[in-house]
């Protein structure tokens, strides 16, 4: 049987998320990470997610990776292609959303690319084309300071048209809330205007269903876990039946590793007050002193236990503009990233198995680093947070929180759901 979605994710966590969304919508989901090859079995599955770590990376880059990804689900038969970006459209004026949708289009045939980063579920909608998180624009939260992609603009046909040549459009709400057949006439039309790519309005799931609905399947689709979730129930009556082998949990010592610097990172963090071991690693300290990640790991072996181990980076905008004042963007993340890669080898190697990581960029680092290729769904932490299971024999148990995921009490909970 042919996979009925091929998706292209732009991080892992978004991955993990788009994954878990398909999954609680009745089609089943595998996620692959990193760009596969033909020495990667993977299961049958309605859907299967290629996370790339693609967001903040060269453009070309970005391009390359997300054309071999098609290439390798096209072999598998897609019949469909959903290319996931995060639901605060994260991106800066020289993409990669622009150009990797430009290049999926290209090399796919398709004629449109709908996006929407709608998520009404986290509370991300899109009006007038200008994206909603609660009741602020995008620009008023505190993506507008995020360390690799600070949104400064709201109005994602204006971002959007910044990262394309080709003309970028605007569906909106007046004609959503018309209905399927409209949305569907409109869409055309645009494609007759010359559009290539169209900024959808959606402010509830409705809306996301009839967008699906509306969608030719030779469309891109561009979006987050939201439009996800409308395509897998528009195409439920296609799903295979699920199988419902047991699956066997690791167990053993777990560890959380935060790299994310986000607002409910940092609440979540504050949540925790000192119920576990805890040990903050400063970006000027890792790049200046050669022993620290050594000293960092001594300390966590100490500590691995009943109890998780918290090692985070994660730090208020105030800090982290000084460390990058000190070392530079990139290298302030260059140095925390390779820190956390080796801190969770260590870690795996004295004898962790549950990992709960708090970060997008910095769950791509942990992920690679572990060797972790393929993983399964298993149940939510929180919407879009499941727990995943190493698919490919290693015995590690995975939680991937994007940044602004998850309540307060996110950590402890993720160990209270531990299967
Ligand atoms: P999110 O999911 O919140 O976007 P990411 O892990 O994707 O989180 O991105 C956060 C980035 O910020 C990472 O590259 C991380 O290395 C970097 N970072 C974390 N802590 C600091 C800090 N104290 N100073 C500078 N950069 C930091």
């Known amino acids: 049987m042919a996979l009925l979605i091929g998706c292209i994710a ?10 878990v969304t398909f999954s609680r919508e009745g089609l089943t989901a595998i996620q692959v990470n990193g760009v596969p090859d033909d020495t990667l ?25 997300s054309l071999a990804a098609l290439h390798w689900l096209q072999a598998r038969g897609a019949r469909r292609l959903y290319f996931k970006i995060c639901s605060t459209f994260d991106s800066t004026p020289a993409g990669n959303i622009g150009p990797v949708a430009d ?18 579920r986290n509370a991300r909608t899109v009006y007038q084309g200008h994206l909603f998180v609660g009741e602020a624009l995008l620009s008023d939260t505190g993506m507008c300071t995020h360390p690799l992609t600070p949104m400064t603009d709201s109005n994602l046909v204006r971002v959007l048209g910044r990262q394309t040549e080709h003309r970028v459009a605007l569906l909106p709400h007046a004609v959503m809330a018309l209905g399927e057949s409209a949305v569907r006439d409109r869409l055309g039309a645009q494609i007759d205007q010359g559009c290539r790519h169209v900024i959808a309005d959606a402010i509830d799931d409705a809306e996301l269903r009839t967008l699906a609905l509306a969608m030719a399947p030779q469309w891109l689709a561009t979006g987050g876990a939201g439009l996800a979730a409308g395509l897998a129930a528009a195409l439920r009556g296609e799903a295979r039946a699920p199988a419902d082998a047991a699956i066997e949990w690791p167990r053993g010592p777990g560890v959380i590793l935060a790299g994310s610097c986000s607002n409910a ?4 963090l504050a949540a925790l007050g000192d119920s576990l071991p805890r040990r903050q690693l400063d970006p000027v300290c890792l790049a ?15 500590h691995l236990g009943d109890r998780p181990v918290l090692i985070y980076a994660s730090a208020p905008p105030e800090q982290v503009a000084a460390a990058q004042a000190a070392l530079g963007r990139e290298r302030a993340a260059q140095v925390i990233e390779d820190a956390l890669r080796a801190i969770a080898v260590a870690l795996a190697q004295a004898g962790a198995r549950r990992f709960v990581v708090a970060g997008g960029e910095t769950a791509g680092a942990a992920v690679e680093a572990l060797g972790v290729r393929a993983l399964a769904i298993g149940p939510e932490i929180a919407p879009g947070v499941p727990w995943t299971l190493a698919a490919d024999g290693k015995p590690y148990a995975l939680a991937l929180k994007s940044g602004n995921f998850g309540g307060p009490d996110f950590f402890s909970r993720a160990f209270e759901v531990a299967p």
């Open 41 to 65: 079995a993977v299961a049958d599955a309605d859907v299967i997610v290629v996370a790339l770590k693609s967001r903040t990376i060269a453009a070309a880059e970005a391009v390359a990776q």
């Open 288 to 302: 200046r002193d050669p022993g620290a990640v050594a000293a960092a790991i001594d300390w966590a072996k100490r």
């Open 10 to 19: 732009d991080d892992l966590t978004g991955a993990t998320d788009v994954a």
């Open 103 to 120: 290049a999926l289009c290209e090399a796919s045939g398709a004629r449109l690319n709908v996006v929407t980063p709608a998520y009404p």
């Open 265 to 268: 990172t940092l609440g979540q």
